[in-house]
């Protein structure tokens, strides 16, 4: 395949042939380009979320990153990690692919069928090029997609109507900043529209987002409203083009287009599926590495039938651009050789930029000193310089001439660029200097100049100026340097300077890798950097000791490559380290860090597929075989837990069930080789686990804990949990909200009189929010509207109470639980006599749960029997709590359990980890473990009642950071 760069100037000429009767396409929002992306032939291996096999480097997406393209919510919209995205695209003979990434910190998919779009959604029209019309069910197809597996067809050019399209299949998982779908369209249900090679498409991406209950936020590619097709939509090409076949290489190392690579850098690539040998080809033209074959090598083939997937080139020139490709070689006696993509990368600069702290004249006009040529003012995203005076230096012409600049400390200079004066007057004027003398200093008293000075181009005086004059520098040492102008273009005294850049010659070691700071790193990792230029040894100080390795005591090796592997890492530790350059002087380096990943995996449940064979349940053995309460794993694919993850992408779901004997539920899993939890530190067996609130739980002492769902208690009906009591005649309840959970600002959770325990009954209510305050709320009649009165910025921990008299109903709050204010008025509802009673919680967002946290809790008048917690208007899955506990077999069949030190641990909501000490599991020989179980209950002394479900994601041994 050729380079994505050449594919679009086929797509250009594929433009003007299919569109020549259609409308152009739209064009970017910000940059003025035409919308167009070429669709490649391509099936993906499945539909599963994981766009691991697209290839993605090799495909040009869609993209919608900018504030440009906000069509509504412009004012909420905080940025691309907020609401962003890149839509790729593949089809094959039968159907259209697209491969979606959405940042979104937060996603919402409370809506459901033809209402997904009013929430986090994903929408993408498809359209003949000339279709001009507005909001019409007959102008375009029309599809929706979420991180829920929704989906929807809204409009259809075929007046199919409305539906949940089955032709259309969607495959969702959650990132650490949003989410992925990956969609298959069968076209041919797209009658009006034909795909066949060469065929422009109209295309147009969109993406929904919400923070709350209703969308926000639209972006879509072309900035106007999603069905608005008045200047066209953006097209996609349907090329004739392959994407990545099996039998091709990809995953290139370096990336594709990469720059700064180093000059020593080993060249690698995944192999095709079938390669049995490759031929790699290298060289600094496109056109000889894209066209040279075994046969017409062109000099570029440097390595025909290798069977390994690296090659080390000689040694790079420094800041060239090469490209490489490599050929899948198949095995006698096919031997058929595939071609492969080419790649390019562009090796690292001699010499890199280095900024001036300073800048200061001879002299310089009004708002046009000599700052302006180092502040980059001037200069456009491609580094062009524009016409602008007030970005450029101009001297008021007092001789002699000269701007010199400071380095924050001193650098070894490679060379000078400079932009020469560029204003409007410039070719007829000529401000621009011409002869200059450069010095240098290393103290801003002793100077040198440099030799071999060329003479300073010209600025031509219009925008779009490219830097004309490089000075080579070669390399002095420099704290300061002086431009003395003797000369002008235009023989005037005046004369200026637009920009000015260095570049500095690394002599310290650079680059780190564990880069600076990071975490996570495998105890097993190997130190490399960027060597100093001139450098014949690195010495390497390595420690724990921060203060050692910076002043230079710490234990150092001397190596003449420019990596090291330091043995003995431990898990869950932070390390120090710097190299100092040895050569003709000895330059010491920066101190750097990084800290070791804290545990090995275990088990992160990432390896589990849905075929057989290789599902969840068959490696993790439940209650269909050892006859406990558990279940692990869903009764339809996808097997494994693909929204609720800790880490990756999957986590393992346990319903445990200890209504019936035996009372308690495990899983089990066998390892297929023994596992060592010993050495690198390791003293800790780490397993992440999330459950489900309890509905309702009894801490005693008058304080309860409630969770709920629910879309609201409001308007005609409502959806919440209701724990109650039955209330004879006059009473009232007084309670303390110490917390509610912020699932919405208006979230709510309090005291209620209801008549009945149906949706619409009739009811009164004071709850405390996470963000609307404190409000008192009714409904008058069965069914009928809600009403409130409300007083803002109020929150938890704060004490709320209701009273009945009668048919009167008082709502009343307090800060302090003893100075009460009356919130509102009274409000009359007619009751009958036996009502109920008690506390009442929503989470405001029917996808969401709340919990609640209420003390104090009292109440007066007659009112009796056992709490009862009901969800009413809607279902609300909850955990009964339960005992949670861990055991560990070795292979000679000694085992030890473990119990979370919560009893009540599967009623924890949120993703929480429990770090078990291997110094408890005695007994076990920790360096031959062959079997874990998980279970919940109490296998000891087993009771009945306890269920619910549970997710086990990321376990591991290890050692904390401490």
């Known amino acids: 395949m050729v380079a994505n760069k050449y594919l679009l100037v086929g797509i250009v000429t594929l433009l003007g042939a299919s569109l020549a009767l259609g409308a152009p396409p739209a064009v970017h929002p910000v940059t003025g380009q035409p919308l167009v992306v070429p669709c490649l032939r391509g099936t993906p291996e499945a539909i599963d979320g994981d766009l691991g096999d697209w290839n993605l480097d090799a495909m040009t997406p869609a993209v919608l990153d900018v504030a440009g393209q906000m069509y509504t919510g412009q004012a909420s919209w905080t940025g691309a990690p907020d609401c962003s995205g890149k839509f790729y695209l593949l089809w094959d003979d039968t159907k259209i692919y697209l491969g979606v990434e959405v940042k979104d910190d937060r996603i919402s998919t409370t809506k459901t069928g033809a209402d997904i779009w009013n929430a986090d959604c994903i929408e993408v029209f498809f359209a003949t090029t000339d279709a001009v019309a507005t909001h019409t069910a007959t102008s375009h197809y029309q599809y929706g997609f979420n991180a829920n597996n929704q989906r929807w067809n809204w409009c259809n050019m075929d007046n199919l109507g409305a539906r949940d399209p089955a032709y259309l299949q969607v495959a969702s998982t959650r990132t650490p900043d949003g989410y992925v779908c990956e969609v298959a369209i069968e076209y041919g249900q797209m009658r009006s529209l034909k795909f066949e090679p060469g065929n422009a498409i109209g295309f147009h991406p969109v993406i929904d987002d919400t923070e709350a209950t209703d969308r926000e936020i639209q972006m879509t590619w072309t900035s106007r409203e999603a069905h608005d097709q008045t200047q066209g939509f953006g097209h996609i090409i349907l090329s004739a083009e392959p994407a990545i076949a099996k039998a091709l290489s990809r995953g290139p190392n370096p990336a594709n287009e990469a720059v700064d690579v180093p000059v020593d850098t080993l060249l690698s690539w995944v192999a095709g599926a079938f390669a049995a040998s490759h031929d790699v080809y290298l060289g600094t033209v496109f056109a000889d590495v894209n066209t040279a074959t075994r046969s017409d090598p062109r000099g570029v083939l440097v390595s025909k039938g290798q069977t390994t997937t690296q090659f080390q080139p000689a040694a790079l020139d420094y800041g060239k651009t090469y490209y490489w490709r490599v050929d899948e070689v198949n095995a006698p006696p096919d031997s058929t050789v595939h071609k492969g993509q080419v790649w390019s990368f562009t090796a690292e600069p001699y010499g890199y930029p280095v900024k001036p702290a300073t800048a200061t004249a001879s002299s310089a006009q009004m708002n046009m000193g ?102 080579l520098l070669g390399g002095v040492d420099a704290k300061f340097v002086k431009l003395t102008i003797t000369a002008t273009w235009g023989g005037l005294n005046v004369t200026g300077l637009a920009e000015v850049q260095f570049s500095a010659v690394p002599v310290q070691a650079f680059g780190p ?64 380290w710097k190299v100092d350059e040895v050569g003709a002087a000895t330059y010491p380096g920066d101190l750097w860090s990084f800290s070791t990943v804290e545990y090995a995996a275990v088990e992160d449940f990432e390896s589990y597929t849905d075929d057989e064979g290789n599902r969840i349940y068959e490696a993790w053995v439940d209650g269909w075989t050892n006859a406990t309460g558990a ?29 019936k004997t035996p009372y308690y539920s495990e899983a089990e899993h066998t390892f297929a080789a023994t596992q060592n939890w010993t050495g690198s530190g390791a003293d800790t067996l780490s397993l992440w686990f999330r459950g489900r609130a309890a509905g309702f739980a009894d801490k005693g002492n008058n304080a309860y804990t409630v969770s709920a769902g629910g879309t609201d208690i409001w308007n005609n009906g409502d959806q919440f949990r209701f724990v109650y009591k039955s209330l004879n005649g006059n009473g009232s309840m007084t309670m303390r909200v110490d917390s509610i959970g912020n699932t919405n600002v208006w979230a709510k959770a309090g005291p209620m009189i209801r008549e009945t325990l149906d949706t619409g009954a009739k009811n009164a209510f004071i709850g405390v929010t996470p963000g609307s305050g404190v409000s008192f709320q009714w409904r008058a009649v069965t069914s009928g509207a809600s009403a409130n009165s409300q007083t803002a910025a109020l929150v938890a921990p704060y004490w709320v109470r209701l009273t009945r008299t009668g048919n009167a109903f008082k709502a009343e709050r307090s800060a302090d639980g003893k100075a009460w204010t009356q919130q509102g008025t009274d409000q009359s509802i007619q009751m009958g006599t036996s009502v109920f009673i008690g506390i009442a919680v929503t989470s405001h967002d029917a996808a969401l749960v709340t919990t609640a946290e209420v003390s104090n809790v009292s109440t007066s008048g007659t009112i009796t029997g056992a709490w009862q917690s009901l969800p009413i208007g809607a279902a609300m899955a909850s955990n009964d709590p339960a005992p949670l506990y861990v055991t560990v077999e070795d292979k000679a069949g000694k085992k030890k359990t473990v119990v979370h030190p919560n009893a009540g641990a599967t009623a924890t909501a949120v993703w929480t980890e429990w770090r078990v000490p291997l110094s408890s599991l005695t007994g076990v020989n920790l360096a031959a473990v062959k079997k874990i179980t998980l279970g919940a209950g109490d296998a000891a002394s087993p009771k009945p009642g306890a269920a619910g479900m549970l997710y086990i994601d990321d376990i591991g041994y290890g050692h904390p950071v401490k």
């Open 370 to 471: 000599p700052g302006k040529t180092i502040d980059g003012s001037g200069l456009d995203k491609n580094g062009r310089h524009g016409t602008d005076g007030t970005t450029m230096w101009l001297s008021t012409g007092a001789q002699p001439n000269w701007i010199q600049y400071e380095f924050a400390k001193v650098h070894k200079l490679h060379d000078l660029k400079v932009w020469n004066s560029n204003g409007p007057v410039e070719s007829f004027i000529g401000f621009s200097a011409k002869k200059v003398t450069v010095e240098y200093s290393t103290d801003g008293t002793a100077w040198k100049a440099v030799e071999n000075v060329p003479e300073f181009a010209r600025g031509p005086g219009t925008p779009g100026y490219a830097a004309n004059t490089t000075v």
């Open 513 to 576: 890798q564990p880069a600076n700071g990071a975490t996570g790193v495998s105890v097993g990792a190997g130190l490399n950097w960027r060597s100093g230029r001139g450098a014949t040894s690195h010495k390497v100080f390595f420690g724990t000791d921060q203060a050692a390795v910076a002043g230079g005591t710490a234990t150092a090796q001397t190596v003449t490559a420019h990596s090291l592997t330091p043995s003995g890492l431990n898990f869950g530790t932070t390390y120090y």
């Open 631 to 659: 279940v692990v794993g869903y009764l339809q694919a996808p097997f494994a837990e693909r929204v609720i993850v800790h880490g990756g992408k999957q986590a393992m779901p346990f319903e445990y069930n200890n209504v």
